[in-house]
C-alpha cells in the first residue's frame, strides 16, 4: 500500500485510534505486520495533515510534506521503542519535514522566466534607470556576476564554468559588485534613488 492510494475521504477515527493502540500498531508495523503498518498510517494520516497545513501554510504542499512524514516514519520506524505515544513521534517527524522543506525553499534560489529580467527587478520606470546605470558603471566582469547570480538565480558554479573562472573568483566578483554597489546608492541624493 502507498500513501496515493489512501482514499481522499478518511472515516473520524474512533475510540479504537486511542494513543495507546496506535502506538501498538506502529510497534507491530516495526516488527513487520503489514496490517499494522495500514492501520498506522489511517489512523494517523488526518492528525499530520492537520499539522502539517497549520505548520507549513502551503496547503498545495501540504500533501507532500504528509508523504514526506510518513516516508522518513517508515523508514525510521525500526528504531522507533514505543517509549511514547507514535503519534508525538510521528508529529516531531513532520515538524522537521516542514522545518526542512522551509530550508530548502529559503536557499533555493528565485528564478526569473523572462529573459527580460529588467522588467521583473525594475519596479518603476525611475528606479529602473538608477539600476541600469549603476549596473552599467560596474566592470563588465562584475556585472556579469552580479546579474547572472543574484538577478538571474543561477549558481554560482555554473556562472564559473561560464566565465571560465573559479568560483572563488565569481563570489569575489559578486561581493565587490554589491559593495559598489552600495557605496553607489548611498552617494546619490535621495530625491535621485526614490
Not at 68 to 81: I, K, P, S, W, Y
Amino acid at each position: 500500500m502507498t500513501l496515493s492510494t489512501l482514499p481522499s475521504s478518511r472515516p473520524e477515527p474512533d475510540a479504537s485510534t486511542t494513543d495507546a493502540s496506535v502506538t501498538a500498531w506502529a510497534l507491530s508495523a516495526r516488527d513487520g505486520d503489514p496490517v499494522a503498518v495500514d492501520r498506522w498510517v489511517r489512523a494517523l494520516y488526518r492528525d499530520v495533515l492537520r499539522y502539517v497545513r497549520h505548520l507549513s501554510a502551503d496547503p498545495q504542499g501540504a500533501d507532500d510534506l504528509v508523504q514526506d512524514t510518513f516516508v522518513r516514519a517508515l523508514a525510521g520506524l525500526h528504531r522507533f521503542e514505543g517509549r511514547s505515544s507514535s503519534r508525538a513521534w510521528l508529529l516531531t517527524i513532520a515538524r522537521r519535514a516542514v522545518v526542512d522543506s522551509h530550508r530548502r525553499a529559503a536557499v533555493r534560489p528565485r528564478l526569473c522566466d523572462s529573459d527580460a529580467w529588467e522588467a521583473v527587478v525594475v519596479p518603476g520606470f525611475e528606479d529602473g534607470v538608477v539600476l541600469l546605470d549603476l549596473l552599467a558603471a560596474l566592470p563588465r566582469e562584475r556585472r556579469e556576476a552580479f546579474v547572472l547570480t543574484q538577478i538571474a538565480g543561477r549558481p554560482y558554479e555554473e556562472v564559473a564554468a561560464l566565465s571560465g573562472c573559479p568560483v572563488g573568483t565569481v563570489r569575489s566578483r559578486v561581493a565587490r559588485a554589491r559593495a559598489t554597489l552600495a557605496a553607489s546608492l548611498a552617494e546619490r541624493p535621495a530625491d535621485a534613488v526614490a
